[in-house]
């Protein structure tokens, strides 16, 4: 076996899909912590494609990444991505204002519809009469992350790439023009290229290799299902968001699912649900809509990982040759995924710059360390 032209450590979305990308061009190997793809992030989160969340970056990331989930190249995927979900944001007479700014923002970006009460309760029978305005994209995507990961990694192996699980990097190396990442098991591996998608470990990645960190913050957040009332009809139900952080919900196979949007301060881990953020989610749900939550089917809870202006990182590293940060994809890093991974792959084999909205220097990691460490 050759040794790779680049090395990407971590397996989530952010890795593989740049793999993925930079296998059109380069050897690549992917080394993956755990004994499985997508085990932390991008295992756990909601799925979604849709605009009511993060900026006008975020939005133009998620806007130049929707036709790659409508369209996937040839051979990517067998099953489709994704199938649409309607996105409803609603929101109380005294949130009426906040409702309209979401509106304007979102609509540079998705046709919009524009509903009064009526038309809020006709699209989510579940919501109390407080939700008296909303907007609705009809064009939102829930996506199917197995098979975007699959596909990923389908993608890396067709292009001569490998990936290794079970295969956590203790320590990292720069000698001779190359990294050297050697893994807990003792495995080593050399390359001239590192791309660091570590997700909330990021940080940490960079201290084992003597690069400055970017500061980035993992936040927990927790999901639980639990039965929708008798004779609702899911299919129908939108992805449904208070315009405010305090609740989402969905319809989630065959049950519904509800997140607190809890932001909670975590080290990098193996997230686990919180009672409180378990209770708080059961509480809006039933604040805001007629469902008793009698019973928590299941619950989870992972990290969101943000840089410190809560825009993604993607970029070489100014302190170190050859290492490339690409992290902070906070809650949009599935929904942005195809926009990134062809940015790095822009970034690092030279390909045309993919998103027009988009400069390099909103992503450059250099904007953090520029501050006194
Ligand atoms: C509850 C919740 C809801 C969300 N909802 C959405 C949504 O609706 N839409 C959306 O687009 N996004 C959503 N997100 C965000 C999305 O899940 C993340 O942005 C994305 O998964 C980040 O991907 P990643 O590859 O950076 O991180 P990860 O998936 O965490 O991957 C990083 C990988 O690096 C590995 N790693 C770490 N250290 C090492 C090491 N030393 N050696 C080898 N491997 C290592 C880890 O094991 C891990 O597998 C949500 C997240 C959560 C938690």
Redesign the pocket.
Known sequence: MSAPDIIV????????SAAAALSKHAKVTV????EQ??????????????YALGDRLVRAL?LASRPFFEAPPEGFTDVPLGHRMPVLVHAREDEREALDKLDAEISQFAALDRLDAAGVHDMCPLLRDAALHGIADRNGIR?DPHALLQGNLKQLRIGGGELHTG????AVERAGGAWTVT?EKGERFSAPTLVN??????D??AQ?AGVRTLGLEPK????ITFDAPPGTELERLPFTKTIGDELYFAPESGRLFA?PMDEVPSD?CD?QPEEYEVALAAFRMEERTTVEVRQIHSK??????FTPDRHPAAGFAPDAKGFFW??G?????????PAMAAIVESLIAGTPWPVDDVEESDLEPGRFLRQPA
């Open positions: 450590i971590g397996g989530g979305i952010a890795g593989l080394l993956e912590a755990e793809i997508g085990f932390h992030s991008s295992g756990r989160s909601a799925t979604m494609v849709h998620t996506l295969a956590r990097v203790a893994s998608a570590a997700g909330s470990w990021a940490a990645v084992l927990r957040r927790t999901i997140s990098p997230a989870w809870a992972g990290l969101r990982t690409l992290a994809q906070g809650g949009f890093g599935l929904q942005t995924s």
